[in-house]
């Protein structure tokens, strides 16, 4: 059981993260050409669909989003479920050669990050990866670090940091839950 213990950013905090992480792929690719989004399921495609969107009305341009699946490349599999459930990959452009910028929720350990790296550059070789994340939240077991970033939230083991989003929650923000004993 989860116990809320504080709201740590509220629908126009991420509104003003997501802003800032548009302008920072923007100024470090120097522009948006061949920059392509990869959502990594679930949270991470609402959250790169939403920059997509920012880039749009931002630079009225169209960058291309995808969505990837990454159940099947976890190291933790059967520790997560008897029966996983895999999610869709869906990525409607070339991969190779793209400046591709996977986006997730939080980043933690660093696990789902390099399962994400492997099922994408099983469907290519883009020119660069590159990783935007809304939260940081330390205890790295990988030497895999965020290009960008909303917010880094130091956070004990017993705690888990919980980002919802409109289209599956009914709301945008992030909380901080305390597992109850």
Do not use: W
Request: aromatic residues 4%.
């Amino acid at each position: 059981m989860l116990r809320e213990k504080a709201i740590i950013m509220n629908s126009d905090d991420m509104e003003r993260v997501f802003k800032r992480i548009v302008n920072e792929i923007i100024e470090k690719n120097r522009g948006t050409e061949n920059i392509a989004l990869v959502g990594i399921q679930r949270r991470g495609v609402f959250l790169a669909k939403h920059l997509q969107n920012l880039f749009k009305k931002q630079e009225k341009v169209k960058i291309p989003a995808g969505e990837l699946d990454i159940t099947l490349y976890r190291d933790d599999l059967t520790l997560l479920h008897e029966q996983p459930v895999v999610q869709s990959t869906s990525i409607p452009f070339d991969v190779n050669g793209a400046k591709v910028v996977l986006v997730d929720d939080v980043i933690y350990t660093g696990r789902t990050v390099r399962a994400a790296l492997d099922a994408l550059m099983d469907l290519g070789r883009p020119s660069v990866v590159q990783l935007a994340v809304l939260i940081d939240r330390g205890h790295r077991e990988l030497p895999i670090q965020p290009d960008y970033c909303g917010k880094k939230v130091p956070t004990s083991s017993n705690e888990i940091v919980e980002v919802r989003v409109e289209e599956i929650d009914g709301k945008n923000d992030v909380v901080i839950c305390e597992k109850e004993s």
